[in-house]
Nanobody, 125 residues
Framework: VQLQASGGGAVQVGGSLRLSCVAPGRTFRGYTVGWFRQAPGKEREFVSGIRWSGGTTSYADSLEGRFSISRDIAKNTVYLQMNSLKPEDTAVYYC???????????????????WGQGTQVTVSS
């Protein structure tokens, strides 16, 4: 499954961005889709994930409710709405998909089989 992440950009502190993840020609049915991010010099970290079937979601505790993940079944797209952005949110954001991810492993990067190319998010003060 080839994934395409888009929607990144440069914003000021407090701004918002919406990232999109699509799998051209494929459906996310049966998959869990996750967003991860990696800042320079840091390890890749879990941001949020959603189960396509049922829509169960999960978020990193550090986000403090600022981000929201959703899916559009008709468009076969997963979105990550990011509000109240902070400089520490600056990173490359990756979407990933996995077909057999149990709920307890949803936050683990190695659970995902397919990864997109990443989209840069830069938050300046």
């Amino acid at each position: 499954v080839q994934l395409q992440a888009s929607g990144g950009g440069a914003v000021q502190v407090g701004g918002s961005l919406r990232l999109s993840c699509v799998a051209p020609g494929r459906t996310f049915r049966g998959y869990t889709v996750g967003w991860f991010r990696q800042a320079p010099g840091k390890e890749r970290e879990f941001v949020s994930g959603i189960r396509w079937s049922g829509g169960t979601t999960s978020y990193a505790d550090s986000l403090e409710g600022r981000f929201s993940i959703s899916r559009d079944i008709a468009k076969n797209t997963v979105y990550l709405q990011m509000n109240s952005l902070k400089p520490e949110d600056t990173a490359v954001y990756y979407c990933a998909a996995g077909s057999r991810i149990i709920l307890s492993s949803l936050r683990v990067a190695s659970s995902y089989d397919h990864w997109g190319q990443g989209t840069q998010v830069t938050v300046s003060s």
